[in-house]
């Protein structure tokens, strides 16, 4: 019999076989870091520090240039809405412009003047009710009145308009230039005297 035959189921032998493990006794002290391991500690907080510093900064600088865009487009917003509230107003300050004709009491369209206060007078007529009256020859009146925004010629039946004065925020003239009435923002024009609605000013006359 060999000597490893005689070590068979015996005691293990005293030097440990290569590959074993050992295990460290709980009273042993940890290992103190080395002076590399300490500086690469220091520098990797220090990475930290600096990382959460840009961080901070870039989010406060990101807020204020949000913040005077937003100011910006306040701004942009004030102006248009300005901007729009002038031209509405100047859009409607700004007088319309219509052209009267005379008519008689059929819708004939008439000499201007048969529509002017001074030549009804001076003919013994007078206004009433939206209507000029001019005496007849024969006795009885003739009745005339503006139309405004009709179209055609002396002796012809007027086509389209209206026999009521348009607003007084228009310009009312004849074919001829006689002012009839003018417009103006909040202004009523009192130039003319037509449809009952007018001013009792004189139209003028050919």
């Not at 949000?66 to 102006?79: C, E, F, P, Q, S």
């Amino acid at each position: 019999m060999t000597q490893d035959d005689d070590n068979i189921g015996g005691q293990p032998e005293d030097n440990p076989q290569r590959g074993s493990m050992r295990f460290q006794d709980a009273s042993t002290q940890p290992r103190e870091p080395s002076l590399a391991e300490q500086r690469a500690r220091r520098q990797a907080l220090a990475d930290q520090e600096r990382e959460a510093q840009e961080a901070a900064e870039a989010s406060a600088a990101a807020a204020k240039k949000a913040g005077t865009k937003r100011k910006i487009l306040i701004g942009g917003g004030v102006t248009v809405g300005l901007a729009g509230l002038i031209a509405t107003y100047y859009t409607v300050a700004k007088p319309a412009e219509t052209t009267a004709v005379c008519t008689d009491a059929n819708g004939v369209i008439q000499n201007d003047e048969y529509c002017d206060e001074s030549y009804a007078s001076s003919h013994g007529g007078h206004f009433s009710g939206g209507f000029w009256f001019i005496p007849l020859p024969g006795g009885g009146f003739s009745q005339y009145r503006y139309n405004y925004g009709g179209s055609g010629n002396i002796g012809q039946r007027v086509a389209g308009g209206s026999f009521t004065a348009p607003s007084g925020n228009t310009n009312v003239s004849t074919k001829s230039g006689t002012s009839v009435q003018r417009g103006g923002f909040g202004i009523s024009g009192k130039s003319g005297t037509s449809g009952g609605t007018g001013g009792t000013g004189k139209s003028g006359g050919s």
